[in-house]
């Protein structure tokens, strides 16, 4: 079974420039998350959706982040514009159904540097 | 609220030497779920453990074990005999039980195993 694949594994840009992450969850989990970890910090969680819907968007910072997951299954994940604050590893993440039950499968993740 | 602490930042051990790992967590349900992730520099998270909390029973895994004491809200993670491949950040992480569930990590040890 494939896992959580996302892409770019790494991105640098400059900052004001637009960037956008991809990822390809685990076929069949319905739930996805966007997390993102900072330098020495654990995950923290930007969105989460069941199937194409957002249930929690609530640590989005929407002003410049945007996401979408067309037809429940891959999901983007858009900074406009990148910030110096933003660099930092954006983890993507599934789950098949109540995720305490079922764990969380985590992607690779994309580590971005805004110069 | 839910909430992880890991208190120890950073731990250096030499290679053979036993480790324990201390993750404290708050919550506020009776259903929940602990779960222990390794992150080696390469940067993805690999799933060590998850466990519910009504299940107290230790666990061993090979040079793995893991303690968790209801009362005193901890879910302890040691090392026997560690080698320098276990050199990594290691997270203690919390999820609600339920479909609307999170998964709150804490800040991560980086454990340093030195030949």
């Known amino acids: 079974e494939a896992g959580v694949v996302q892409s770019p594994r790494y991105k640098i840009i400059e900052k004001k420039q637009p960037v956008a992450f991809w990822c390809n969850p685990i076929?069949?989990?319905?739930?996805l998350y966007w997390y993102r970890q900072n330098l020495g910090q654990g995950p923290e969680l930007l969105i989460r959706?069941?199937?194409?819907?957002?249930?929690?968007d609530s640590q989005l910072p929407k002003d410049r982040f945007s996401a979408e997951r067309l037809k429940g299954v891959d999901s983007t994940l858009k900074i406009q514009p990148a910030e110096l604050g933003d660099s930092a590893v954006y983890l993507c993440?599934?789950?098949?159904?109540?995720?305490?039950?079922?764990?969380?499968?985590f992607g690779s993740g994309t580590r971005l540097t805004v110069v | 609220a839910q909430k992880v602490t890991q208190a120890q930042t950073e731990i250096s051990v030499v290679e053979k030497e036993d480790v324990t790992l201390d993750c404290v967590y708050e919550?506020?349900?009776?259903?929940?779920?602990l779960f222990w992730y390794k992150q080696p520099p390469s940067g993805e998270l690999v799933f060590l453990i998850r466990?519910?909390?009504?299940?107290?029973q230790n666990e061993i895994s090979g040079r793995y074990s893991w303690n968790f004491q209801k009362s005193t809200s901890s879910f302890n993670f040691t090392i026997t005999a560690s080698q320098v491949v276990d050199s990594a950040v290691y997270f203690c992480?919390?999820?609600?039980?339920?479909?609307?569930?999170?998964?709150?990590f804490g800040k991560g040890i980086t454990l340093s195993v030195r030949p």
């Open positions: 959706y069941e199937n194409e819907e957002a249930v929690d």
């Open positions: 466990r519910n909390s009504f299940d107290e």
């Open positions: 076929s069949g989990h319905n739930t």
């Open positions: 993440a599934s789950s098949q159904g109540a995720p305490g039950a079922y764990g969380y499968t």
């Open positions: 992480a919390l999820s609600e039980a339920g479909a609307n569930s999170k998964l709150t």
């Open positions: 919550t506020r349900d009776t259903t929940y779920y």
